[in-house]
């Protein structure tokens, strides 16, 4: 059973910046595909970010040019890094850890951008 824990997460200003984290238990880390989703309150979960495990990464539009997405295999850990922050990101992030048919998430880290 793979471990997924999101941290990071808190309450910034329009145009702030965080940096949320990811850290997956198990020796194949890198192996695992990894991504980003969010939920903001009433919505849809929708998925932010990926990165393969060559190092691929493939962002949704309203994140690109703000959010750069990262993995450091020799810590079992993926990154989001969010930049110029808007209210519209204000949303619940998750982790998801997937190899073949497999997928681990986590319980999510709360992110407000709010003045």
């Known amino acids: 059973q793979v471990q997924v824990m999101e941290s990071g997460g808190g309450l910034v200003q329009p145009g702030g910046s965080l940096r949320l984290s990811c850290a997956a238990s198990g020796s194949i880390f890198s192996m695992y595909a990894m991504t980003w989703y969010r939920q903001a309150p009433g919505k849809e979960r929708e998925w932010v970010a990926s990165i393969s495990s060559s190092g691929s990464t493939d962002y949704v539009d309203s994140v690109k040019g703000r959010f750069t997405i990262s993995r450091d295999s020799a810590k079992n850990t993926m990154y989001l890094q969010m930049n110029d922050l808007k209210p519209e990101d204000t949303a619940v992030y998750y982790c998801?850890?997937?190899?073949?048919?497999?997928?681990?998430w986590g319980q999510g880290t709360q992110v407000t951008v709010s003045s």
């Open positions: 998801r850890a997937a190899r073949a048919l497999a997928q681990w």
